[in-house]
């Protein structure tokens, strides 16, 4: 298995376009979670499912965010239209069982100008 | 919000030393976990402590737990420059939710 993998590793976009981060996440997993890495703020949780279902969203900034799993095997994370205090690492990470680790993926660093 | 808050924010000690780093948390939890980050990557797990245990050891890696005053450290020891690295406790929080909320850190550097 090669672990979670998120995709790109890098993006950098202008304000206002639309930003899709992609996670596949490790197989035989039953949770997802998407976190957001920062100097500030640390890592916050924006939002987790399980088994495919979104569980609690409550960590989502704003309307702007959203996000869906339309199976077991992909995630996306999407931010429309993109603003630059959205300029973050966004970390896709999963769980093979309740009271388990995270697997993490390596992240994708957002930038945006 | 943060639950657990880590102390110090930042360490640095040479190569052979032990370092200790503490976690403080606000509320009831299931289990307390550390994880370490290194620049430019994801966060791995390193070790976790469930609410009714007092310590774990893991190779160079020694954790206490005391639910008493809601506080975790973790020890490691005789440290290497490859230590270097951040490093988060991560608590799950009583209630079946399987949120993890996340410390800020401690960034240790081991000098050669």
């Known amino acids: 298995d090669a672990g979670v993998i998120q995709s790109p590793r890098h993006e950098v976009t202008e304000m206002g376009q639309e930003v899709t981060l992609r996670c596949k996440p490790i197989s035989g997993h039953n949770s997802l979670f998407w976190y957001r890495q920062t100097m500030m703020r640390g890592l916050e949780l924006l939002i987790y499912?399980?088994?495919?279902?979104?569980?609690?969203d409550s960590g989502m900034p704003e309307d702007r965010f959203s996000a869906k799993m339309p199976n077991a095997s992909f995630s996306t994370l999407k931010i429309q239209p993109s603003e630059p205090r959205d300029s973050a690492v966004y970390f896709c990470a999963t769980t093979t069982a309740p009271d388990s680790p995270l697997h993490f993926g390596n992240g994708t660093r957002l930038t945006v100008t | 919000s943060q639950q657990g808050e880590e102390d110090p924010q930042a360490l640095s000690i040479q190569e052979g030393e032990n370092a200790t780093m503490n976690c403080s948390y606000k509320t009831s939890i299931n289990n307390l976990q550390w994880y370490r980050q290194n620049s430019g990557r994801g966060l791995v797990h390193l070790i976790l402590?469930?609410?009714?245990?007092r310590e774990k050891h893991s190779g160079r890696l020694r954790v206490t737990l005391d639910t008493s005053k809601k506080s975790s450290s973790l020890l490691i020891t005789a440290s290497r420059a490859a230590d270097t690295a951040s490093y988060f406790c991560?608590?799950?929080?009583?209630?079946?939710?399987?949120?993890?909320?996340f410390g800020k850190g401690t960034k240790l550097t081991v000098n050669p």
């Open positions: 402590i469930r609410s009714n245990e």
């Open positions: 991560a608590t799950e929080p009583q209630g079946g939710s399987e949120k993890l909320v």
């Open positions: 499912f399980n088994n495919n279902v979104p569980i609690d």
